[in-house]
């Protein structure tokens, strides 16, 4: 080191902030233990709903179908569980990589998030137009249209969410991959 | 080794290296206060995961400077105070809010830096070696030397005004 970093060096060291370490390792490991916490109840939680799932499934439902369409549905809590937990874990890999990599790896989350959305969108659009298609070409008696009607009534507001999410992170990501772009 | 004790260690040992790395990047004390608390729940995160490959020093190095790029990334008024790119040293902009009578401190000059200048002036510093900043930011070691150069001659014209 030449004398100019030596000098640097010596500042630098002695505008270093008071961090209370003790206190740090308090809160850091009480924050570690939160976080193992709701690890923990997000795998139980899927595991319990899946649970009631199956005893509904066993128990409670006459038909084959049904019972089959409820064990098939027990499997998204789980799943979903297991989703959240490797998620949680790829975060962990995130901070291993160097700064290169990191950024890489943000832009490709983004990429794969509108990539994501456009899809959930598309699949949405095509699902809300094949009800219609059910109640305005398949429209046997009233009370099964009301059925479909409130099926369309519920669903339309989640496709309009998913599609304005799509549109809005569409126009975002520009600026988004720029401001990654930007840091180095 | 039992992992409160080893986290013990580790944070009593690293928390004024935790506390730089984190003051060059956030000059605001209570997000900075929020970010060394982050990045030392990342460090602790990744002990389990520590092959030996590098020192210990250089592998918390890079957690932390991991976790100022993403604390950087999320606070969008943050980057846009430090952010500081220019490719003309005549026209460098004057830093947010100091009396340009007062001379700058070293770590004042440093957060007026660029991202790519801070991380490997900040490394210098800490001593860190050409090949061990490299490792941690991913580039090569000619980038590294480029970079510090050029970090050098902004930090010497800030700190002569």
């Known amino acids: ?184 | 080794m039992n992992e409160h004790a080893n986290i013990d260690a580790v944070l009593t040992t690293f928390t004024p290296l935790l506390g730089r790395i984190a003051a060059s990047y956030e000059t605001d004390p209570r997000l900075r206060e929020d970010l060394i608390q982050d990045i030392s729940l990342a460090v602790w995160r990744a002990l389990e995961r520590f092959k030996h490959e590098s020192s210990l020093k250089t592998y918390v190095a890079k957690i932390a400077h991991n976790r100022c790029v993403d604390h950087v990334l999320k606070e969008k008024k943050h980057n846009d105070r430090l952010h500081n790119d220019v490719e003309d040293m005549d026209e460098m902009p004057l830093s947010n809010g100091l009396n340009q009578d007062t001379a700058l401190d070293v770590t004042q000059a440093i957060q007026r830096l660029g991202i790519t200048y801070k991380q490997v002036i900040t490394m210098q510093l800490e001593g860190f070696s050409q090949q061990e900043i490299a490792s941690v930011l991913g580039i090569n070691e000619a980038a590294v030397a480029k970079r510090s150069s050029r970090a050098r001659l902004l930090l010497e014209q800030w700190l002569k005004e």
């Not at chain 1, 490797?86 to 990589?97: E, F, I, L, P, Y």
């Not at chain 1, 009534?153 to 989640?158: C, N």
């Open chain 1, 1 to 184: 080191m030449d004398e100019q970093l030596k000098k640097w060096k010596q500042s630098y060291t002695e505008s270093t902030p008071t961090v209370d370490a003790s206190l740090l390792i308090k809160q850091v490991k009480a924050a570690r233990k939160k976080e193992q916490v709701k690890r923990w109840l997000d795998i139980l939680s899927g595991c319990a709903v899946a649970l009631f799932c199956i005893f509904t499934a066993v128990y409670y439902v006459d038909t084959a179908v049904n019972r089959g369409l409820l064990l098939a549905l027990s499997l998204v809590p789980v799943c979903a569980s297991i989703w959240a937990y490797r998620k949680s874990m790829s975060k962990d890999d995130a901070t291993q990589m160097n700064v290169q990599q990191l950024l890489t790896l943000k832009r490709n989350a983004l990429l794969n998030q509108l990539q994501y959305w456009r899809l959930s969108a598309w699949v949405l659009c095509l699902l809300f137009i094949g009800l219609f298609a059910m109640l305005f070409f398949n429209s046997s008696d009233a009370a099964s249209d009301k059925m479909w009607q409130t099926i369309m009534l519920v669903q339309a507001p989640i496709v309009a969410f998913t599609v304005v999410r799509y549109v809005l992170l569409k126009r975002a990501l520009p600026a988004a991959l720029k401001k990654i772009d930007n840091v180095l």
